[in-house]
């Protein structure tokens, strides 16, 4: 079993549309939670992280964590076809150091 | 600020061929990674540096070496790159505790040959 699962996608939602990105964990010791936004050939991006279980918005994103059921996930709200991209689930331990799921694959179509 | 900066930006080797990855941040952070992408996967962790003079191995290190040179600057080193370390290679950094999340630079593009 993977540390960190996402569902590979590809996740295509109409413009406008809430888009629900998941991600499951195996470690029950993970302390923080992180999205992380990639555009096709640039770098991650951090956009979110939560480290409570429950809800977290900044603006058109709602981070929410779910500790008991070891789940991740994100809301993208209004969806924009700028909103395309593959997003990446990272969860840290108590080492600080990051698992990267292998990402969701996002396209908002017009 | 210009953030994490990575050089070169792409690079062909030929297998047996060596080289050093640079990367260098201006965020005053004591945390420092590198990371390996390949086609349609996650970030795998080669390295890390918890701070100036520590050094530790991360998920897939095998075939690398890097130095901490300072706060600012951490390098990774391929000393006889073969075709499977064909990949995108990111330096990240972060605070200390990584509770905050990292900071990526624009990554090198690696062909091996």
């Known amino acids: 079993q993977k540390e960190v699962e996402q569902n590979s996608g590809p996740l295509s939602v109409p413009e406008g549309a809430i888009a629900s990105l998941n991600c499951t964990y195996s470690?029950?010791?993970?302390?923080?939670f992180f999205w992380y936004r990639q555009y096709s050939g640039k770098s991650p991006e951090l956009i979110m992280f939560?480290?409570?279980?429950g809800d977290k918005e900044d603006g058109r994103f709602t981070a929410q964590l779910n500790k008991a059921s070891q789940y991740v996930s994100l809301l993208i709200r209004d969806s924009q076809p700028s909103d395309s991209a593959t997003y990446l689930c990272?969860?840290?331990?108590?080492?600080?150091?990051?698992?990267f799921g292998d990402g969701t694959t996002l396209t908002v179509k017009p | 600020n210009a953030g994490v900066t990575q050089t070169p930006k792409f690079q062909v080797l030929k297998t047996g061929q060596s080289m050093t990855l640079q990367c260098a941040q201006d965020?005053?952070?004591?945390?420092m990674y590198w990371y390996r992408q390949d086609p349609g996967m996650g970030l795998r962790l080669i390295y890390y540096s918890a701070s100036e003079g520590t050094t530790d191995k991360g998920e897939v290190p095998n075939g690398y070496n890097v130095s901490r040179l300072n706060k600012r600057e951490f390098s990774l080193r391929l000393e006889s790159a073969a075709p499977s370390q064909t990949s995108v290679y990111f330096c990240?950094?972060?605070?200390?505790?990584?509770?905050?999340?990292?900071?990526f630079g624009p990554g090198t593009r690696l062909t091996v040959t």
């Open positions: 939560i480290y409570s279980n």
């Open positions: 965020m005053n952070h004591n945390s």
């Open positions: 990272a969860v840290n331990t108590n080492a600080g150091k990051s698992t």
């Open positions: 470690d029950r010791g993970s302390q923080s």
């Open positions: 990240a950094s972060s605070e200390a505790s990584g509770e905050a999340g990292q900071y």
